[in-house]
């Protein structure tokens, strides 16, 4: 059985005065009397049965006893003062399970991931490609970035980002098949990432619902989608958000001056008893902290596009329409046969 352990508050009125060589300066410390520290220090020195300092000198001086006892008692405050630190500190480290809207996933969060890891090393995630709101019962799964209405019953949600969606194409295609008006699109494959509900919108506010349609494929997401389109196989729907980078770097294009917005959102959700966990916490405030600073690049991805046509390049920029594009007289008046 292991020896009884001396009181504590005498043990810290030892350290402190050793440490300073000042019963005054100890006293100050630990915010008491000159006297408390002295009477702690004889306590000690009682229950011990040896004499911890030499009072003879100006200074306080520790004994051969008093050298002998003070590293253990420095290092075990030490330690119990990191412990509480670590204690007090909210838990930034463990394991994390979050779903994403695929899309989502691998066309934004994907590419920052590393700026999350260098803040967060110690976490480690479970990442799912998944659009299901069924996860969000589930215990398996701490946090869900979906795309919907938002309506999701009994549980956190925050909107996260609205969206506009545009025609992209791959410059390899269209620079062998040339997309000057909306009836070119019957030249191309459609890619639909739903169940063509989004591409209707679009033909709708472009007028150009009953223009003819060329080939269709329908994928499961709007991942599949863009992946398709900058393989060259057609023409996609692109969105402020996911294609941005893709825009941006020139691996899409962006042939329509037109914008709609997106039926849904992106929505940030999480059952209410995780929401206050911190290592959950962290996570969703790096997902709005990130579409912050990144809140105009989408925007400039989407009017910061150099097209070529007829060997004469065009940059478009933004409204809060849609997309307008500078343009010469001629360009201009390409650009009205978007309705044709």
Sequence with gaps: MPS?????????????????GSVSLAAQELNVTHGAISHQIKSLEASLDVKLFDRAAQRLKLT??????????????????????MVKRPSTSGELSVTCVPALLSLWVIPRLNQFTEQYPDIRLTLTASNDADHLRSPDID??????????????????SNLRL?????????????????????????????????????????????????????????????EAALHGQGVALGDTITASDLIARGDLIVPFDLTVPANDAFYVACRNEVRAAPIVKVFIDWLFASLGAD?????????????????KAETAISSPSGLISKQ???????KRRIKS
């Design 4 to 20: 009884r352990l001396p009181p504590l508050n005498p043990l810290r009125a030892f350290e402190a005065a050793a440490r300073h």
């Design 295 to 311: 809140a105009i690049e989408p925007q400039t991805a989407a009017r910061r596009i150099i097209r070529r046509r007829n060997g």
């Design 166 to 226: 545009f025609p992209v194409v791959s410059p390899t295609l269209l620079n062998s098949r040339p997309l000057r008006s909306v009836r070119d699109l019957r030249d191309h494959a459609m890619l639909h990432g739903d169940d063509g509900r989004e591409w209707n919108t679009w033909l709708a506010a472009a007028d150009a619902s009953g223009v003819p349609r060329g080939p269709e494929h329908f994928m499961s997401d709007a991942r599949l989608s863009t």
């Design 143 to 160: 946090i869900c970035v979906l795309y919907g209405d938002g309506n999701w019953a009994d549980c956190w949600t925050r909107l996260w």
């Design 64 to 85: 051969a006893q008093g050298a002998l006892l003070l590293p253990s008692v420095s290092h075990a405050f030490a330690e119990i003062a990191a412990a509480t630190a």
């Design 328 to 334: 010469t007289p001629a360009a201009r008046s390409r």
